[in-house]
């Protein structure tokens, strides 16, 4: 897994329940790079994560939440 989440699935939801294709066709991706970045599967480059935001129209913090140096502390 990544050392990130998403909540890309309920943004998806939210927005009248679009689906990975169309976010795909907005973005510039295929709906099997969507359905990886949903699952934690790959790694979106910055600019797809941003239009990802983009589209929703939120920060990229609404969107992917870092979890990777949670464990290790200060």
């Known amino acids: ?3 990130f989440t998403n909540t890309i699935r309920r ?3 939210d927005a009248g329940e679009m689906t ?3 976010l ?3 973005i510039g991706v295929t709906r099997q790079t969507v359905a ?3 699952q ?3 790694s979106p480059s910055l600019e797809a994560a941003f ?3 983009q589209v929703f129209q939120v920060p990229l913090e609404a969107v992917f939440q ?3 140096d949670r464990a290790a502390g200060p």
């Open 40 to 42: 934690g599967k790959y």
């Open 66 to 68: 870092w979890q990777g």
């Open 1 to 3: 897994m990544l050392p």
């Open 24 to 26: 795909a066709d907005r």
């Open 11 to 13: 943004l998806r939801f």
């Open 36 to 38: 990886a970045i949903e």
């Open 20 to 22: 990975q294709q169309d």
């Open 51 to 53: 239009r990802i935001a």
